[in-house]
């Protein structure tokens, strides 16, 4: 059979745009694999915002980074090639690499967010019913929330106690630790529960977790079982009721990151969005030497309910670290030279964006969605509907972004967060853009975003990494 290609079919593969798997050209799938068992392994040390500062800087130190804060209080000179981070309030994260070019020509930038929709406690939490203890909830982001009852669940996060000592938490990760949950109505009961709208059939007053049900031993205290809970709190943390009003205490899945599929081409792990980002990104500075312009790698918190807050991508952190990089490598230090360089900037807003799931037809328009792995996906805008939130990338940028990915071989499709009317959403692109940094999300396609167990192809986790190292050294 001849299987040469028609002058009609040639002429459609060079005028046409199409686009392909990428394990198609795959030739090291074990490089591919061997990074995404380390993403997996981070994941797993990373499911707070909090615990991913922690473990980045751990690996920023190794690579000889240094904190910003005792760069400027030391006064030290800071010269092309070396590595600097700052951390914000111990929930955002910036790294840079500085350039041969002055800061004035402007930078080379990846953003992500690092916090991820979750179950915050509040800040009364421990109640008693029915001889057992439950802690109240709060949720965090955009969730569906009957998809957090009935799985196992661990406790991140901080108690700061009235002298100011610090009480880190973390319970349900090892094998031998205690989970909670969140219990659910058995379907033989469930038929009002059922009739529901889906968003009304969980509420969220009754996102309540299981804590315990041992009573205390003393008949005439009221709420035993609660007095034992608190009495296991102050033997093993040394901790009192009120001290929980000062703390940060986070619910989120128990389960590890696994490997998805026969194949074991995919990644199915909490907290993906927006961590698989954020890991791709951090990992593709941290790969660089000398490049040409100041590179750096912002990673924010706050983002999935509006990146607010003075750790959020809306506060001027990263404005207030680029003005240091701008003073310390200059000699006539001015606002003008900070300007300058953010306007000179170009950032990929690196956030995930949702992949076209056939079990769920019509949410998307298929000429322009991304898929489960086709490559990095490009988004020239995000917003809601009438592109409102969006931040709408200029055309010269896209073309300069597809020209780097085409010349770097770095498998790519653009993209949109959904059909036109459907819904859509926002990252930090707007916030960045009005600084005056050039910016265009992209990033990986994710299966069930937003949900405990999130999904990703490990061919576009490495197609990100790869792009986001070559937008930092050819752009």
């Known amino acids: 059979m001849d299987l040469e290609k028609t002058k009609g079919q040639q002429l459609l593969d060079e005028l046409g745009y199409k686009t392909k798997s990428a394990w198609e050209n795959v030739k090291d799938r074990e490089k591919i694999f061997n990074f995404c068992n380390d993403y997996k392994a981070f994941l797993d040390n990373s499911k707070t915002e909090r615990e991913y500062v922690k473990e980045a800087v751990k690996i920023a130190e190794k690579l000889g980074y240094i904190d910003l804060d005792k760069v400027v209080e030391e006064n030290l000179p800071v010269k092309a090639g070396d590595r600097l981070f700052r951390v914000i309030r111990n929930k955002a994260v910036v790294f840079a690499v500085i350039g041969k070019k002055p800061l004035d020509k402007g930078t080379r930038m990846l953003g992500a967010h690092i916090d991820s929709p979750r179950l915050d406690l509040k800040q009364n939490p421990l109640y008693e019913n029915t001889d057992m203890v439950f802690m109240k909830t709060h949720y965090y982001g955009g969730i569906k929330k009957y998809q957090w009852l009935a799985i196992p669940l661990s406790l991140h996060g901080v108690i700061i106690k009235k002298n100011g ?35 009304d059939a969980v509420t969220g007053e009754s996102l309540n977790s299981l804590v315990g049900s041992i009573p205390y031993d003393d008949k005439d205290v009221k709420e035993k079982v609660k007095l034992n809970i608190l009495k296991f709190l102050n033997e093993k943390y040394g901790i009192i009721e009120e001290d929980l009003i000062s703390s940060e205490l986070e619910l989120v899945p128990a389960f590890k990151a696994r490997d998805v599929g026969l194949d074991r081409s995919m990644v199915g792990a909490y907290g993906q969005d927006d961590r698989v980002c954020a890991y791709t990104s951090m990992m593709a500075l941290f790969d660089l030497k000398n490049p040409e312009y100041t590179s750096i790698c912002v990673l924010t918190d706050k983002e999935e309910i509006g990146s607010v807050g003075n750790t959020g991508a809306k506060s001027r952190f990263l404005e207030d670290f680029i003005a240091d990089l701008c003073f310390l490598t200059s000699s006539n230090y001015s606002d003008i030279l900070v300007r300058r360089c953010l306007n000179n900037s170009v950032m990929l807003s690196a956030d995930v964006n949702s992949a076209v799931d056939p079990n769920f037809e019509g949410t998307h328009d298929k000429l322009n969605a991304a898929y489960l792995g086709k490559g990095v996906a490009v988004l020239k805008y995000g917003g809601s509907r009438g592109k409102s939130g969006a931040s709408d990338a200029h055309a010269e940028l896209v073309a300069r972004v597809r020209k780097v990915f085409n010349s770097n071989n770095i498998p790519w499709q653009t993209t949109e967060l959904g059909a036109v009317d459907k819904g859509g959403g926002g990252t930090i692109a707007m916030m960045v853009s009005n600084l005056g940094i050039d910016v265009i999300d992209c990033g990986v396609p994710v299966l069930s975003m937003h949900s405990p167990f999130e999904t990703t192809s490990k061919i576009d986790i490495y197609a990100a990494y790869k792009g986001f190292k070559a937008f930092l050294t050819d752009f």
């Open 165 to 199: 000592e610090v009480v880190n938490i973390r319970i349900g990760e090892n094998d031998n630790d205690p989970v909670f949950t969140i219990t659910d109505l058995l379907p033989h009961l469930a038929s009002d529960q059922m009739d529901k709208k889906m968003k």
